[in-house]
Nanobody
Framework: QVQLVESGGGWVQPGGSLRLSCAAS????????VGWFRQAPGKEREAREG???????????YYSDSVGGRFTISRDGDHNAVYLQMNALRPQDTAVYYC????????????????????WGKGTLVTVSS
């Protein structure tokens, strides 16, 4: 089990930026693929949308079409964290953002089912509105 804590969420106007952090304790995130997922308000019954992930093997990153070119995922080994830099935010980016750690080795790291239930954080809310 990996203990993950997300932070950095909040309110921002359209076009603004936020940086989310996913911090781990007890294990090194460098040993895991890490994904950022989101769930929009009112869609709690639906699967979480994978927006960005980074795999362990070669550090390759993957993005969903909805955020490509606007979001950037990166690792910080010194702080045992993974960040999600979000630029040019839109109202439709409003959601609870979660990070998860797992063993995916390809673009599958964008899929929720490749992460076990115990390896998720509790989420941080991002609200984009004017």
């Amino acid at each position: 089990q990996v203990q993950l804590v997300e932070s950095g969420g909040g309110w921002v106007q359209p076009g603004g930026s936020l940086r989310l952090s996913c911090a781990a304790s007890g294990v090194s995130l460098d040993n895991y693929a890490v994904g950022w997922f989101r769930q929009a308000p009112g869609k709690e019954r639906e699967a979480r949308e994978g927006v960005a992930c980074i795999i362990r093997r070669d550090g390759r990153t993957y993005y969903s079409d909805s955020v490509g070119g606007r979001f950037t995922i990166s690792r910080d080994g010194d702080h045992n964290a993974v960040y999600l830099q979000m630029n040019a935010l839109r109202p439709q980016d409003t959601a609870v953002y979660y990070c998860a750690a797992g063993g995916a080795t390809s673009i599958n790291c964008l899929l929720e089912r490749y992460y076990t239930r115990n390896n998720w954080g509790k989420g941080t809310l991002v609200t984009v509105s004017s």
